[in-house]
């Protein structure tokens, strides 16, 4: 049954920012620009796991070009100073990719640190071209100058989960973005 104001789809949300009809929705269009921006060229893919998983998964069902598909892994460096919070490779590729049309898929750009760390960390394997896409762009947090060249969404500052989004890893399988209630955004067990 689709998501209605009425009948929340998830009782641990305060809010729903993005429907599952609406990411179905949207999905569609950017599935097609994609398709656009590489005309009949072959797509090497790089999803950032965990929180890309869903998206990336969805995405690449609405793309016909063949597809290569690869996974980086990135520490997180939320709860940690700023000037200590360069993200890290944690799980690097395991696809050759140079020479080949590299598209970088991220859950959310928030500062850009993650996006920044690992658009360079793909040139220096020389590959064709680079791209970025991106579900979600809270355009108003950025502290490092970065532009996706896809955008599913653009977000408010607000901390949100589902749709592969997490807080202390749960939530990532909700099939809409939301905000969760205020008394469940720090529960001590879950430490
Ligand atoms: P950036 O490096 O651009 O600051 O952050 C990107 C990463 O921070 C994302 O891949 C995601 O893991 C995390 N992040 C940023 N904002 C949110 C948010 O609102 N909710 C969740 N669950 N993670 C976020
Ligand atoms: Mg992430």
């Known amino acids: 049954m689709p998501a209605t104001k009425s009948s929340p789809i998830h009782a641990d949300l305060e809010t729903v920012l993005v429907s599952e009809t609406a990411i179905k929705k949207r999905l569609k269009g950017l ?15 790089v999803a950032i796991i965990n929180g890309a998983i869903l998206f990336t998964a969805d995405l690449l069902r609405q793309i016909n070009n063949p597809i290569r598909l690869d996974c980086v892994r990135i520490s997180s460096y939320r709860g940690e ?28 750009l928030d500062t850009g640190k993650t996006l920044s760390v690992v658009v360079d960390l793909i040139k220096k394997q020389n590959p064709a071209s680079v791209r970025t896409c991106v579900l979600l762009d809270k355009k108003g947090r950025r502290e490092v100058e970065f532009t996706a060249d896809f955008v599913g969404f653009e977000i408010p500052d607000r901390f949100v ?31």
């Open 31 to 45: 599935g097609q620009d994609i398709a656009a921006a590489y005309g009949d060229q072959e797509i090497t893919v």
């Open 81 to 108: 100073t700023s000037s200590q919070g360069k993200p890290k490779l944690m799980h690097n590729l395991t696809l050759d990719i140079a020479n080949r049309h590299v598209l970088l898929i991220d859950d959310i």
């Open 161 to 191: 989960v589902g749709y592969g989004l997490d807080f202390a890893e749960r939530y990532r399988n909700l099939p809409c973005i939301g905000i969760l209630k205020p008394e469940l955004q720090n529960p001590p067990e879950w430490a």
